[in-house]
């Protein structure tokens, strides 16, 4: 706080109280002993300092700020840019300090630390850019900004402080490791996705595609053959897909306080969905952690564009603080859903993967487990019982960005 407040003052001796008083003892003994040079030298310290201090009252009136970013999702290892913008649009030029202050895990590219300074003259009617580029360093949702601003004279004698609210979140979602294949998946007969499926489901549209004579007439989408002034059709997701739902029991890593073994987790899953998902299978995703920002930490099963981006996101705001039990989950997720194969996260290879595997076993759903430590003492009968399981480190093949 102190540290703050010494580096926020204002740096210089003309906003003392005790100089202002002593330069009006020293012009009143001017005058009375009729100094003409002395008395002229203490009223042009006086004009100074009165002009500069009412140039800086005045200063922030009519200057707006505006920040924008990029892009506020990245990756790790990602450059950001961040633009920000001032205007003075008064006649009455001014001197602007701005900082930025953001989270550690976000590094400028000049190696300042994790403050951004930058000042500059700001002429009447004109706009002024700064810009800054920093790289996302490990998964998180960060917050960058508001920004300090603040305006003042040209001799930098007074400085006001403008109220900022720009405030922006960055998302930085897991890395993206290269995988080893894992068990085979199961998949349902009417597997093919798209308009290639032999089933279609009227219910759910992936898009539209040039009507094709083959196809009936009742499949033609009339609105978007109006706009691109051709018949469209309606492509269906199919009625049955391959459906793979990735589970994760976040709070196996808060009992064992695991946060890098979670972090390296987190990858793995990431780019288990990427890869599902160019494969053709609808993904979804459930987990019983918290999620930073308080939204759900449930990704329905399905397929589209935005499926991803949606799992990269929560996995970038999971935390390891556990909110229900895994078999809980499952169930609100799924209901009473069928053609579904699982692969599940989790940390120890401990008794509770047991209980999970006559819960799955229950539901009659596929299941690979997928541990970060292995128990040297667990059962091999697991495999006995086609239960597939893995560590991470053994699908994981990139190793060297786990350190």
Request: glycine content about 6%; some cysteine.
């Amino acid at each position: 706080m102190n540290a703050e407040h010494q580096e926020s003052r204002e740096p210089t001796i003309f906003n003392s109280l005790l100089v202002i008083l002593f330069v009006g003892l020293f012009l009143f003994i001017a005058l009375v002993y009729r100094q003409n040079d002395l008395s002229l030298l203490a009223i042009l310290i006086l004009v100074v300092m009165g002009g500069t201090k009412a140039w800086s009252i005045m200063s922030p009136a009519r200057v707006r700020c505006d920040s924008a970013i990029e892009t506020r999702r990245v990756f790790p290892g990602e450059t950001v840019s961040l633009a920000t913008t001032v205007e003075n649009a008064k006649w009455l030029p001014v001197w602007l300090r701005i900082k930025w202050s953001f989270d550690d895990a976000l590094k400028p590219a000049e190696n300042s630390g994790n403050i951004i300074r930058q000042q500059a003259p700001v002429l009447w009617h004109q706009t002024v850019k700064f810009s800054q580029d920093f790289v996302a360093l490990r998964r998180g949702v960060y917050q960058v900004g508001p920004p300090r601003i603040r305006t003042g004279d040209f001799l930098g004698f007074f400085e006001k402080k403008i109220s900022a609210r720009d405030v922006t979140h960055i998302i930085v979602y897991p890395r993206l490791v290269s995988l080893r294949p894992v068990a085979n998946l199961k998949r349902d007969f009417f597997g093919v996705p798209g308009a290639k499926s032999p089933v279609k489901d009227p219910i759910y549209i992936l898009g539209t595609r040039d009507y094709q004579p083959s196809s009936p007439s009742r499949h033609i989408h009339w609105n978007a053959s109006a706009r691109h002034l051709r018949l469209q059709e309606k492509i269906f997701e199919p009625s049955e897909q391959e459906k793979v739902l990735l589970t994760l029991d976040a709070g196996s890593f808060e009992k064992s306080l695991q946060k890098e073994c979670f972090e390296h987790t987190l990858e793995v899953v990431a780019s288990l969905a990427v890869r599902l998902d160019g494969l053709g299978y609808a993904v979804g995703f459930a987990a019983n952690g918290t999620l930073k920002g308080g939204n759900s930490s449930a990704i329905p099963l399905t397929r589209g564009p935005r499926q991803i981006p949606a799992i990269l996101e929560t996995l970038a705001r999971m935390q390891t603080m556990p909110n229900q039990t895994m078999p809980n989950v499952i169930n609100q997720f799924l209901g009473s859903q069928r053609g579904v194969s699982c692969v599940h996260f989790c940390y120890d290879d401990d008794p509770s993967v047991s209980d999970m595997e006559k819960f799955f076993r229950k539901r009659r759903i596929p299941v690979t487990f997928l541990v970060c430590r292995r128990d040297p003492n667990s059962r091999p009968s697991s495999a006995e019982k086609g239960i597939n399981r893995y560590t991470i480190d053994e699908i994981r093949i990139d190793r060297s960005r786990q350190t």
